[in-house]
């Protein structure tokens, strides 16, 4: 990705979750509330978030754009509920 946030925000993309059913695994039909993180801006600090890391997000609030025929959004580092490990 050739792009990189301004301020205090931090590009991410939705994960897809998968839904397995028996020997079946399809897609889950609501949209995840996981994301990972594509880019960051150099105002964050990378002790606290890191390109690769999966985060959690509210359902809403959070801008969507898209870039190079991908959705992305773009969230505020205090928008963040989350980091997996």
Not at 28 to 41: A, K
Request: glycine fraction near 8%; charged fraction near 30%; hydrophobic fraction near 40%.
């Amino acid at each position: 990705m050739n792009f990189k946030p301004i301020g205090d925000r931090v590009i991410v993309k939705r994960c897809e979750e998968e839904k397995k059913i028996g020997n079946i695994i399809t897609l889950n039909p609501e949209p995840s509330q996981f994301f990972l993180v594509m880019s960051i801006s150099d105002e964050i600090d990378e002790t606290q978030l890191k390109v690769g890391d999966t985060i959690l997000l509210p359902k809403y609030g959070y801008n969507t754009v898209e870039l190079e025929g991908v959705v992305y959004g773009i969230v505020k580092i205090e928008d963040i509920l989350a980091v997996k490990y």
